[in-house]
């Protein structure tokens, strides 16, 4: 079977919920298929019926649905959510096994670890347990998580996470563009998360420098540091049945690695990586005063309903080459 290239749903929603796409899954699935994408990564709803009705909207348009899920943890110990997610996840996995679905894309964390770090490191102890405890209902379906380096996680603890619990479990859900969030040498990190990564938001960035770090602005797939034709030849070579789902969206992030607090938060990351940030800010400046990309600012004064179509259009396409070289 040829590889599969599908689209996150925050693409199509952004941060203001509505930007291409309103956030119904019904809506959503129609759009990526618009957009000649191949799937959705997106939450189903939790109506037995409703979800059933997804599942089979995706499968009539020739597409696949590769659910979110959250773990039945929480930072704040809120004992309602952990309930909610805990009662959800029998009734999502059966339905993800009856439709032959193997991975579920989990994303966690708001930027908790730079709270309180030794309360962040217990909950990372805390994610591989709940996994573990997982374990039964996954096998029994044939699940695989991939947890995602969001705010919080650096791909350093999820790798540690899969390799404790199991590879079969649980592996890595690759953020590309998110790896500077947490000051991770891409080309290294894409190396070390590839042999576990099951699922995906591929997603291209360049740095930019200030007064404390960097900024990082989202450019078309290929368009920026991450080396993402090689890294998605790496990540199929690693897993053929991987589906590639990208994440594109508005929104320039800060990266503060210059701030004590914000490296204090980060212990596992190594000089090669603080460097490797420092190198690439200095080379996207270069790029900003070269003109060999549009500057940052400027392009945000576009609004993403207007200039994200025809981008995730191109990021489909490009994906989709290097993957026929591959």
């Known amino acids: 079977m040829a590889p599969k290239v599908g689209i996150d749903a925050y693409s199509l929603t952004g941060p203001s919920r509505r930007e291409i796409c309103e956030p119904d899954v019904f809506a959503m699935l129609r759009k990526v298929k618009e957009l000649g994408a191949d799937g959705l990564q997106s939450t189903v709803p939790d109506d037995p019926a409703e979800m059933g009705r997804a599942f089979d909207l995706a499968a009539e348009l020739g597409l696949y649905l590769e659910p979110y899920v959250r773990l039945p943890i929480h930072f704040r110990n809120d004992a309602e959510q952990i309930e909610l997610r805990r009662r959800r996840l029998p009734r999502l996995f059966a339905a993800c096994a009856e439709r032959g679905i193997r991975t579920l894309h989990c994303t966690m964390g708001a930027r908790e670890r730079f709270e309180d770090l030794p309360r962040w490191k217990e909950f990372v102890q805390a994610t591989a347990a709940c996994v573990r405890d997982l374990g039964p209902l996954l096998r029994e379906h044939g699940l695989r998580l991939g947890i995602e380096n969001h705010w919080d996680y650096t791909t350093y603890e999820i790798v540690e996470i899969a390799e404790r619990v199991g590879p079969d479990l649980v592996g890595v859900g690759l953020d590309t563009g998110n790896l500077p969030i947490l000051g991770e040498a891409p080309a290294a990190a894409v190396e070390r998360s590839a042999p576990y990564t099951v699922t995906t938001h591929l997603k291209e960035f360049f740095l930019i420098s200030t007064p404390t770090g960097a900024a990082r602005p989202l450019v078309t797939l290929g368009d920026g540091q991450v080396g ?99």
Request: hydrophobic share 45%; no cysteine.
């Open 228 to 326: 993402m034709a090689e890294a998605v030849k790496l990540l199929y070579r690693h897993n053929p049945e991987l589906n590639f789902t990208i994440e594109d969206h508005a929104v320039i992030y800060p990266l503060d690695y210059f701030e004590r607090w914000w490296l204090e938060a980060v212990p596992e990351l190594t000089t090669g990586d603080v460097a490797a940030m420092a190198r690439l800010a200095r080379q996207g400046d270069g790029w900003v005063h070269q003109h060999l990309v549009a500057d940052p600012h400027a392009a945000e004064l576009v609004p993403w309903s207007i200039r994200g179509p025809g981008r995730l259009k191109e990021d489909v396409a490009r994906v989709k080459t290097w993957l026929a070289e591959a």
